[in-house]
């Protein structure tokens, strides 16, 4: 069975923004990002982008725009030597209540349904809290880097009730993560 990873975009690969990621010109990847993406595929791993871009939904973001940055994004990590098997997201407004929106599980299911995989205990990684519940949700195994959101996020999991997030590992950036996972491969 192949190896898959699941990734969060924005706060992951690339810088978060509060005013969302507009523009091809906004969008900078966080240092090592592209890298680790490429040792990622280098060590087996099929790699998937998962990302909630509601900035689409509410007229914020052009879809050409988007579509320049997920090209760049695909160009750089080949240039890397990797590959992204897929970039999959969510163009929808919360007030929608799509179920590809994480915390749903849309996209996972997607990416699923794409490559005709089971992502059941695949690791998926992101910065915000809906990313890991989205994962757990998925049957996906939930990872946590503290680029993006992800010491907000970490603090909200130490104090989270719940013991399973409680859990989730943290790392401090997706080079990080994926140093962690390829460390582990059988
Ligand atoms: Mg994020
Ligand atoms: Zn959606």
């Given at each position: 069975m192949k190896a898959w990873v699941i990734l969060d975009r924005d706060g992951v690969i690339n810088r978060d923004s509060a005013d969302y990621i507009k523009s091809l010109a906004e969008w900078q990847p966080l240092p090592g990002s592209i890298e680790a993406i490429a040792r990622l595929s280098g060590a087996g791993f099929q790699v998937a982008v998962a990302t909630n871009q509601s900035g689409l939904g509410r007229g914020l973001i052009p879809a050409p725009q988007l579509a320049a940055m997920h090209a760049a994004l695909t160009h750089l990590v080949r240039e890397a030597g990797g590959e992204i098997a897929g970039i999959f997201y969510c163009p929808h407004e919360?007030?929608?209540?799509?179920?590809?929106?994480?915390?749903?599980?849309g996209l996972f299911e997607a990416i699923a349904r794409r490559f005709a995989?089971?992502?059941?205990g695949q690791p998926a990684i992101g910065d915000s809290l809906r990313d890991l519940v989205a994962a757990r949700r998925a049957g996906c195994r939930p990872l946590l880097v503290r680029t993006g959101n992800g010491r907000r996020t970490e603090t909200e999991l130490a104090q989270a009730s719940d013991r399973d997030l409680a859990a989730v590992p943290v790392y401090e950036d997706l080079a990080a993560a994926a140093e962690a996972l390829i460390g582990a491969r059988p």
């Amino acid at each position: 069975m192949k190896a898959w990873v699941i990734l969060d975009r924005d706060g992951v690969i690339n810088r978060d923004s509060a005013d969302y990621i507009k523009s091809l010109a906004e969008w900078q990847p966080l240092p090592g990002s592209i890298e680790a993406i490429a040792r990622l595929s280098g060590a087996g791993f099929q790699v998937a982008v998962a990302t909630n871009q509601s900035g689409l939904g509410r007229g914020l973001i052009p879809a050409p725009q988007l579509a320049a940055m997920h090209a760049a994004l695909t160009h750089l990590v080949r240039e890397a030597g990797g590959e992204i098997a897929g970039i999959f997201y969510c163009p929808h407004e919360p007030a929608v209540g799509c179920p590809c929106r994480k915390p749903g599980i849309g996209l996972f299911e997607a990416i699923a349904r794409r490559f005709a995989v089971d992502l059941k205990g695949q690791p998926a990684i992101g910065d915000s809290l809906r990313d890991l519940v989205a994962a757990r949700r998925a049957g996906c195994r939930p990872l946590l880097v503290r680029t993006g959101n992800g010491r907000r996020t970490e603090t909200e999991l130490a104090q989270a009730s719940d013991r399973d997030l409680a859990a989730v590992p943290v790392y401090e950036d997706l080079a990080a993560a994926a140093e962690a996972l390829i460390g582990a491969r059988p």
